[in-house]
């Protein structure tokens, strides 16, 4: 009987409130925060810049997803030769570093719809040093809308600069396929699909196209010298423009994407005796 007392109560004292008194301690679960995997682009108001000495304009900034308390990463349009409208440059550079400081790409234009550059990122100066991938480039006129697919179920809408540039950051941890989708005013679409972490192949800019007689600012080295006049047409293509010497020396002319200026290679035979950068290009080649 009083085990029976006893358990009748323990049962009044829960009914009166003892047992809510105790629950009411325990702080109610609140769901993981979700890691930031991507940062969109913000647009800018186009100012004057220079980006290793390339006049343009700064158009986007992104912010680090892992640490957006951290310095921006602006991109610019870099102004174009008149004389090769298919030529476009991006500059990038970071709000702790002078924009001289920054870095150019230049690329070729095809007919697709939209030209960009995949490549990683580095906030300097930031400790630890911020490493992330970024997506930037500059849609057609004709393009009402880029969309990003991924990575995982994510949909998400890119604003577009004054010049129809776009821009994101993904963050080191994101992982999968991605899709980048250009909607037509018109009717259509265009897409470019890649994964995330980048590959080597996935890296760089899109279309890879090249124009005759033209090279890139990044493929001469100083081993250049060392080259045959075989290997050089075979590695480039054509030159823009042959000419020779009192000497008899065989000269060829390559323009530089994006540069006003190219490069001259000079020949004996096979043999290269002298290459030359920021050379004009020849009388009559345009």
Known sequence: MTVGRVALIAVALASVGCASSVTSTIAPTRPAARARVISVGVRVVPRPVGVMGARG??????LDPIRPRG???FVTLVRGVPREPRDVCFGTYTANESPEDGDVGCQVRGREPFVLTLSYQFIRRSIPVARFSAMYGQAAPGVR????????????????SAQRMFLVAFSPTARGAVELRLVFAHR???SHAFSLPLTSREAGSWPRLRRRGAVFDYEIGENIVTKSYRQIVRRFGPPLSSFT???????TYYDIVGYQNGWTFCFKGQAMVGAAGNQPAPPGVH
């Open 57 to 62: 304009t700064a158009e986007l900034w992104v």
């Open 71 to 73: 310095p921006r990463l």
């Open 145 to 160: 809308q880029v969309e990003l697919i991924g990575p995982g179920d994510r949909e998400t809408s890119l604003p577009l």
């Open 188 to 190: 259509g679409s265009s």
């Open 245 to 251: 010497k009192r000497n008899h020396t065989l000269c």
